[in-house]
């Protein structure tokens, strides 16, 4: 397997609680990705890392933060959940940005 | 406008037919590259071909290809000899800038089409 891990597989929370989700790479890839993905839209990217607390915005990244403190670890937060932000979020890596991305196995968050 | 077009919400194959997904793109950058990814119902994201754009022949992946047809701007996945495993969503995505590095381009994605491989 490619060496990334999400954490956790499963949350259920209450809207306006902050939630923090993980992902964990041990491939010492440069890059990082958190994509969200909701029926009829596909894969819609949050926000992504190019190195250790480099960071940028993706095309949806209105209500979340992301930090990249080391290589390993890509944090994505919701500061104050919504219901609008329940969806299936998906972490990826890739070694140099050009190549396609390995993905995680998905976090499943719903926010009621 | 849409970078990604996958038309096929839904498409249904009978076990050992082909079966086309179609995928078209809208992109001015001369250097890019399009992936297509199956999603089986447990989840998980499995990469399975990729075309760049100065590739001169079509991808081959095992039962998979790649029907690159660049002036068209169409990148549709060919999948032979349909198992019933190969039941799930295909997404289809491009990445441009390829010349830039990484931060220059991001993966794109379709909507997905959903197959349904009949025995």
């Known amino acids: 397997d490619a060496g990334i891990t999400q954490s956790p597989r499963h949350k259920v929370t209450e809207t306006g609680t902050p939630v923090t989700l993980r992902c964990h790479q041990t491939?010492?890839?440069?890059?990082m990705y958190w994509y969200r993905q909701d029926p009829g839209h596909g894969l819609r990217l949050i926000h992504y890392s190019y190195g250790v607390k480099d960071t940028d915005k993706g095309e949806v990244s209105d209500g979340y933060s992301v930090s990249r403190s080391k290589t390993e670890d890509f944090l994505l937060t919701l500061e104050s959940a919504t219901s609008s932000q329940t969806s299936v979020y998906f972490c990826a890596i890739s070694e140099t940005g050009v190549e396609g991305y390995t993905f995680g196995s998905g976090t499943r968050l719903t926010v009621v | 406008a849409q970078k990604i077009t996958q038309t096929q919400p839904g498409m249904f194959v009978q076990e050992k037919e082909a079966v086309t997904l179609d995928c078209t793109y809208d992109?001015?950058?001369?250097?890019?590259?399009l992936f297509w990814y199956k999603q089986p119902s447990s989840g998980e994201m499995i990469f399975l071909i990729y075309q760049g754009s100065y590739d001169q022949q079509n991808a081959t992946e095992g039962r998979y290809s790649l029907n690159f047809q660049k002036a068209r701007k169409s990148a549709n996945l060919v999948i032979s000899a349909s198992q019933l495993g190969d039941s799930a969503m295909y997404f289809c995505a491009m990445r441009e800038g390829l010349n830039y590095g990484g931060s220059q381009g991001n993966l794109i994605f379709g909507k997905g089409t959903k197959l349904s491989v009949k025995p």
């Open positions: 992109t001015s950058d001369p250097s890019y590259g």
């Open positions: 491939e010492n890839h440069r890059y």
